[in-house]
């Protein structure tokens, strides 16, 4: 379905970007994936037959630099973050400004760098604190809805390329790596039998819809929650 597109997914050496990397490389797109960790970033994509160019998108040079070697192409997805959140009163300022740099303004500099063909996408994706807030992660919560915000704006200055968001829910990914794996999957199982399908998402559940959305010519300015039911529990 993709044959002939190039599509460039920035934070695709993992999680939910690797899963919309890889199933871009098998529908036949020409695929991009770009990260920090240019070890971890290479062995992924040998392991789809993606191109790896290393980026942080933290930086407004690499962001630069990485959409010069890109090129024009027609579809660009934004899955970057690392997330450093706390309690509201006391988590520190160098790492509420950190997440917000990575999540927020990462995608905004990925968005002014690329150059995306006409009646191409960008996808962003938010996830669904915006909506459903817990404590300790005001800031996480903050970084989604502003993202949520920017897709429609973009859909409008942008147009006639696309711009579109997921808000993903709980998704079993490496996000949570630095958790005990006990305690990862415990608290994954107690989520996932809280939620009406019955489980935690996989990351190929949200490249699907990142899917939907670049071959949709339809789809510009909208937000899917995709939390398997998260919303109406
Ligand atoms: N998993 C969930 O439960 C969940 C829920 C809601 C929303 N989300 C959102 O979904 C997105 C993807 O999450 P995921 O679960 O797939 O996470 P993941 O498995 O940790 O993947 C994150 C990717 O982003 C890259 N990255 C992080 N910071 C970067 C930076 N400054 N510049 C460039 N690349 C960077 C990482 O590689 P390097 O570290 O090598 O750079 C990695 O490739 C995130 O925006 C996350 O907030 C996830």
Known sequence: MLAGQKVVVVGG??????????????????????????????????????????????????????????G????????????????????????????????????WRCARAADIRSGGSLTLVSGFLSLRPRPGSAIVSCANGALESLTRALALELAPVRVNCVSPGIVDTPIRAAMPEAARKDMLAKTGAGLPVGRVGV?????????????????TGSIVYLEGGGLVV
């Open 13 to 70: 050496s993992s999680g939910i970007g690797f899963a919309t990397a890889e199933l871009a490389k098998r529908e036949g797109a020409d695929v991009v994936i770009a990260s920090r960790n240019a070890e971890r970033l290479k062995a992924a994509a040998d392991k789809i037959g993606a191109t790896a160019i290393p980026a942080d998108v933290s930086s407004d040079e690499s962001v630069a630099n990485l959409f010069r070697a890109c």
């Open 72 to 107: 024009p192409v027609d579809h660009v997805v934004v899955t970057a973050a690392q997330l450093r959140s706390g309690p509201f009163k006391s988590v520190a300022m160098e790492d509420v400004r950190a997440t917000f740099d990575g999540k927020f303004w990462g995608a």
């Open 203 to 219: 990351a190929e559940d949200i490249a699907l819809q990142i899917h939907a959305f670049m071959r949709n010519g339809f789809a």
